[in-house]
């Protein structure tokens, strides 16, 4: 889980942006024992962009954006570059910056360098695994489960490689440090001697926030914020946190951080699927049918207006294409508990957002229908 300054936290009616936090990224590789760990929502890399031009055809002045969170961008590459081809496509002249912990950053270097990333940022903060492991609760490469100890110690080797890699392909390295009192405010010179030696060529200190956890170190202060700078200022040159934290568009905390679909003429509806015609509460794959809402004619308020059956399972993605064909023509969107990548991309391509919620039916489709502002309805 990703941790961002406040002071960074933008206004939103601040008009100028140098570098924007895009969190693209939806699986993580570790966990701190500090802090707390808030749940957010990735946005889909499409999401993520459709997001950076509403902020720019609002007014906004967006100088670049920074990769980064809510998990780690480097776990999903297909994503990640995903994410920078699009935004590279739309907007060449951005300055694109992504930060991660390293791990896997080694076998990406070139690829990354591809792109034209500016810089690198590595979340750096231990170089003894002993250490590291008074910091992580859990260390999770790829899709292995590792006892903490050896997750620790290949992370820190992952690290090293990391910037010995990436910096042979010509990206420039920032170590990202947060300093946490009483656990590795005395190791941050050796953070930063050590990352210097790699090639690495900054370092950004950030202060560890106390979120009243029990077990949590105190807030490190003023004094020993400038304490470790003083330190790491001998190996590295200091560089000020740059990216701006702004809130995803979201509509409620069923769909935080979800850019969400609106309906259109030609696709008025929502399809639902539900067990109990009260909540959503099922699997895509398991539901035998669905459940058809929209703008009721005479109030226009938005009610279930029909029920159609799905197409049989075992058929792969013709299934979903039938399903779109047959069920889903008048729909922009479809609630359900839970749905696999494939029907996801599906039906993504046959203009229907497949959200994910666990809720009242009424309560989500009230959402998406603007809380309840009034639509026309088709006569």
């Known amino acids: 889980m990703l941790q961002f300054p406040q002071e960074q936290c933008a206004c939103p009616r601040s008009m100028r942006i140098e570098s924007l936090l895009l969190p693209i990224a939806p699986q993580a590789v570790c966990g701190r024992r500090f802090g707390g760990d808030k749940a957010a929502a990735a946005l889909p890399p499409a999401e993520a962009v459709a997001w950076l031009d509403e902020l720019l055809k609002g007014g906004k002045s967006i100088g670049g954006v920074t990769v980064c969170g809510p998990g780690d961008a480097l776990a999903a590459p297909d994503i990640l570059f995903a994410a920078l ?9 951005f300055s694109l910056h992504l930060t991660a912990a390293g791990l896997g950053a080694a076998a990406l270097a070139h690829k990354l360098a591809e792109r034209g990333l500016a810089q690198m940022s590595l979340q750096v903060e231990a170089v003894a695994a002993g250490l590291a492991e008074k910091i992580y609760k859990w260390i999770r490469p790829g899709k292995r489960t590792l006892p903490l100890a050896e997750a620790a110690a290949l992370l820190i080797s992952e690290q090293e490689q990391a910037v010995v890699a990436l910096v042979q392909a010509g990206l420039k390295v920032n ?14 010179a050796a953070i ?26 105190p807030s490190c202060d003023a004094a020993l914020l400038a304490q470790a700078k003083a330190a790491a200022a001998a190996h590295l040159e200091l560089a000020e946190y740059g990216a701006t934290l702004l809130s995803p568009p979201s509509s409620g905390t069923a769909f935080a951080g979800t850019l969400l679909p609106k309906p259109t003429q030609a ?27 929209g703008p009721r004619c005479g109030d226009e308020l938005p009610s279930l207006l029909t029920v159609r059956n799905t197409p049989e399972a075992g058929a792969g993605s013709s299934r979903w294409e039938t399903l779109a064909r047959e069920c889903l023509f008048d729909c922009f969107a479809l609630l359900a508990a839970k749905a696999g990548e494939n029907p996801q991309k599906v039906l993504a391509e046959q203009g229907i957002k497949v959200l994910l919620a666990e809720d009242s039916i009424e309560g989500l489709v009230d959402v998406l229908y603007g809380g309840g502002k009034k639509q026309k309805c088709k006569k």
């Open 85 to 93: 081809d699009l935004i590279r496509a739309r907007h060449p002249a």
């Open 175 to 188: 170590i990202q440090t947060t300093v946490y009192p009483g656990i590795n405010d005395q190791h941050v």
């Open 192 to 217: 930063a001697e050590k990352m210097a030696k790699l090639g690495a060529s900054s370092m950004t200190l950030l202060p560890f926030a106390a979120a009243e956890e029990e077990g949590d170190p």
């Open 267 to 293: 696709r008025p509806n929502v399809a639902v699927v539900s067990s109990s015609g009260m909540e959503v509460d099922l699997h895509l794959g398991q539901a035998e049918k669905m459940l058809i809402y």
